[in-house]
């Protein structure tokens, strides 16, 4: 079975600060990864995907994300966060078959 | 770029009426998902669909049926809404080697 742990709930991190969310996971097999980012009362929105290749992944809005398969992460990154990253942002994986397992979502608040 | 169009984004009913959520991708995907979303506990899959007229049973399918009659359109349905199935339903669809899903905007049933 597949799964994927945030273990963080809440983020908080100043505006114009560096900013990560966490992402373990856990599959049997290569895994693929993805984050993606839901703002209030909307679906989510896809952030970025690591397949296969370059173990660091650019997407959406400056974000990155770097895949370590030993320490079996991937956590989200951006340089210099903003008032308007703040949301809700959930990790998935999968390997193999086509579903993906979601993890419970962390909420980051960039402060002003 | 794929759309998921979920019909209603609010929607209030009463306890015991029979209610359809319908979900329309135009991609031609085969895949097809619907999930709940409460607070802390992330997405579940409530159940999931692989081709036409095909269905799985995803974790938490009790209280809920649904129909693929059409490739593009997947319709959740409870049978007799209850309040414990107030919540944020998501729909997404999967093409075949894509990996990755692409979420409808939500629908946020309340039921009273």
Request: proline fraction near 4%; include cysteine; glycine fraction near 8%.
């Amino acid at each position: 079975a597949q799964s994927v742990a945030q273990p963080e709930d809440q983020v908080n991190v100043a505006e114009g600060n560096p900013l990560t969310v966490k992402c373990t996971y856990s599959v049997s097999g290569n895994p693929y990864l993805f984050w993606y980012v839901q703002y209030p009362n909307r679906g989510l929105q896809f952030l970025l995907k690591y397949i296969t290749g370059d173990n660091l992944v650019k997407g959406s809005y400056g974000f990155e994300a770097e895949f370590n398969k030993s320490q079996t992460s991937f956590h989200l990154k951006k340089p210099s966060a903003l008032v308007s990253d703040s949301a809700l942002y959930f990790c998935a994986v999968g390997a193999g078959s086509y579903q993906l397992t979601f993890g419970k979502g962390t909420k980051l608040s960039v402060i002003p | 770029d794929v759309k998921v169009t979920q019909s209603s984004r609010y929607l209030v009913k009463r306890t015991g009426e029979k209610v359809f959520l319908e979900c329309v991708q135009d991609m031609d995907h085969e895949n097809m998902f619907w999930y709940r979303q409460d607070p802390g506990l992330g997405l579940r899959l409530i159940y999931f669909s692989y081709d036409v007229k095909m269905k799985e049973k995803g974790d938490i399918p009790e209280g809920y049926s649904v129909s693929r009659e059409k490739k593009e359109r997947f319709s959740l349905i409870l049978e007799s809404a209850s309040t414990n199935q107030t919540s944020m339903y998501l729909c997404a669809s999967q093409g075949q080697g894509n990996y990755g899903y692409t979420f409808g905007s939500g629908t946020r049933l309340t039921v009273v």
